[in-house]
């Protein structure tokens, strides 16, 4: 499947009426894909167990969407296959006083995913031009020098971002940014599943309608977000949301193609290490 299309192209301008959060590509229906995403999640798992056992690159995975775009189920799903050992995820929540007493990106750092491993974060510190950008009180509350607070902050953060991005593939982190555009009825639809059906009601939150109110607003941080953060070693990909399992097969392909991108290999065991496994099987085989 070509996925190129969903990735946004550094400096590229982000009108999300452009893409549609419907697309399906070549698919018809679920049915039309067979086994494709068993293929892709068994393909990823072969990938990690190289990436675990080189030890060179660590991976970032970005998840970001509004309420009931499907990021928890992206997560579930498509990373099923892989070793809890080498995979971390992490879901930021409302920062603690602790972390409010730093940078916005300290809490992040702490997370980081070591050589080796894939750490994967269910939003991120991009909620800090996004939420906090339509919740201007939640910057009030951030203890910033008031002469720090201009009409250039939202520029300046994303700035910033790319900055730490930026440093964190030269030293050998690969990153992938994915924004789950879902569409404002198939996000009613699922809100409304998530009053009717019992199993989920713990999902609905009072605030979620009071951020639906705001639609138009996210919408247009998340273009400015897009259109000035997605870079050549930190690319975003806009993934069509409104049907979980093309979601799913997109971000599967997404991350299978960028650690085919690496050099990965089983590291070659060195003479010594030879002789000794040698010796090893020498030994097994002399017992009775």
């Known amino acids: 499947m070509d996925t190129s299309r969903f990735r946004v192209r550094p400096g590229e301008k982000v009108d999300l009426r452009r893409y549609d959060p419907a697309?399906?590509?070549?698919?018809?229906?679920?049915?039309?894909?067979?086994?494709?995403?068993?293929?892709?999640?068994?393909?990823?798992?072969?990938?990690?167990?190289?990436?675990?056992?080189?030890?060179r690159w660590s991976v970032l995975i970005i998840f970001q969407g509004i309420d009931a775009a499907g990021k928890d189920s992206a997560i579930k799903h498509v990373m099923s296959g892989l070793n809890p050992q080498g995979t971390e995820v992490f879901a930021f929540k409302r920062p603690s006083d602790e972390e409010l007493d730093h940078d916005y990106l300290w809490r992040a750092v702490k997370a980081l995913p070591e050589r080796g491993r894939i750490g994967i974060f269910n939003r991120s510190y991009y909620e800090e031009v996004l939420v906090v950008r339509v919740h201007p009180e939640i910057l009030g509350g951030q203890k910033l020098p008031p002469s720090l607070v201009t009409r250039h902050v939202w520029r300046d953060r994303c700035e910033d971002i790319n900055a730490f991005e930026r440093y964190l593939a030269r030293n050998g982190t690969l990153i992938r940014k994915f924004f789950l555009h879902v569409s404002k009825e198939e996000q009613r639809r699922r809100l409304l599943e998530r009053l009717d059906q019992p199993s989920k009601n713990w999902k609905f939150q009072a605030g979620d309608l009071?951020?639906?109110?705001?639609?138009?607003?996210?919408?247009?941080?998340?273009?400015?977000?897009?259109?000035?953060?997605?870079?050549?070693?930190?690319?975003?990909?806009?993934?069509?949301?409104?049907?979980?399992?093309?979601?799913?097969?997109?971000?599967?392909?997404?991350?299978?193609?960028?650690?085919?991108?690496?050099?990965?290999?089983?590291?070659?065991?060195?003479?010594?290490?030879?002789?000794?496994?040698?010796?090893?099987?020498?030994?097994?085989?002399?017992?009775?």
């Open 210 to 288: 009071a951020e639906r109110d705001r639609w138009n607003e996210y919408m247009r941080a998340y273009e400015e977000a897009l259109s000035r953060t997605s870079t050549r070693y930190a690319p975003w990909f806009v993934v069509p949301a409104d049907h979980k399992w093309f979601t799913r097969l997109t971000i599967a392909d997404l991350v299978v193609e960028a650690l085919e991108s690496l050099d990965l290999a089983f590291p070659k065991p060195s003479k010594a290490t030879l002789e000794a496994l040698a010796e090893a099987r020498k030994r097994l085989g002399a017992e009775p």
């Open 23 to 55: 697309d399906t590509g070549p698919f018809k229906s679920k049915q039309k894909v067979g086994g494709k995403l068993e293929r892709g999640i068994e393909r990823l798992a072969a990938l990690q167990e190289q990436l675990y056992a080189q030890d």
